[in-house]
């Protein structure tokens, strides 16, 4: 059994689907894919199943949500490719992975706008198998996958003046403390930062060159917790 898994981390295609094609080797290296959402280019939803289809041909491992340009009809689709993690719960190798898409309300004109309460909710699924089990061990064994970020220092940050994450997801995060939050939706909040013990990952728009490792050390043993080995970025 392998000590370390590395997962490809990646968000923000936005239909710019020839770079997928300068990705193979990063694709050839990681043990699973996880994808924060917007396949889709902004204000052309009908973009996304062609993007989708192809990152699928990349890896045979995506966990996946929508994004704020990806219209929620086409979870569908992301459900039959069997890669959707949206408002589900699943284990990968003993690694929990659990999602939420879409952005919180901002124009009100992209496809899949959310209240920070609906976003949240999808994520009830993870509390309500800690209470069925009786064990929040989970938590520690948990991978988020959320298109909007937390707030916070980082991966939210849009410019110097302005943070365009989530509170209450921030507030969930010190609550809850995942292993690990991937996000995106804010092109320029790439980065890596701690929210209380749980590493948090924006890995930038892949369109635009973007990506992130995400590696974890696998326990030796089933009572044993995963460990965040190593989180950094990169760029094609």
């Known amino acids: 059994m392998k000590s370390e898994m590395k997962l490809l981390v990646l968000s923000d295609l936005h239909a710019n689907n020839q770079i997928l094609d300068k990705m193979d080797e990063l694709f ?3 043990d699973a894919v996880l994808f924060a959402g917007d396949y889709a280019e902004c204000f052309k939803p ?18 996946s949500v929508l994004g704020n340009c990806d219209n ?4 569908e689709t992301l459900e039959n490719e069997d890669v ?22 901002f124009t009100g004109k992209t496809e899949f706008e959310r209240t920070e309460e609906e ?3 999808d994520f009830d699924i993870v509390k309500d198998a800690v209470a069925d089990g009786g064990d929040d061990s989970l938590w520690k064994n948990l991978v988020l996958i959320s298109h909007n970020p937390p707030k916070g220092q980082l991966c939210d940050k849009v410019n110097e003046s302005l943070h365009a994450g989530s509170q209450m997801f921030t507030d969930f995060i010190l609550e809850n403390q995942p292993l690990a939050v991937v996000c995106g939706h804010i092109h320029e909040g790439i980065g890596v930062e701690k929210i209380g013990e749980t590493t948090v990952v924006n890995p930038g728009s892949l369109g635009e060159g973007h990506y992130a490792w995400l590696e974890l050390k696998v326990p030796e043993n089933e009572n044993d917790t995963w460990k965040v080995s190593k989180a950094e970025l990169g760029n094609l």
Request: aromatic content about 10%.
């Open 84 to 105: 959707s993690v949206e408002g589900t719960l699943v284990y990968y190798k003993g690694l929990a992975i659990a999602g939420s898409g879409g952005g919180t309300i």
């Open 28 to 30: 050839s290296q990681a």
């Open 72 to 75: 929620y009809d086409f979870l």
């Open 46 to 63: 009908e973009t996304g199943k062609e993007a989708l289809l192809k990152l699928c041909k990349k890896h045979d491992v995506i966990f």
């Open 119 to 121: 976003i949240l909710s």
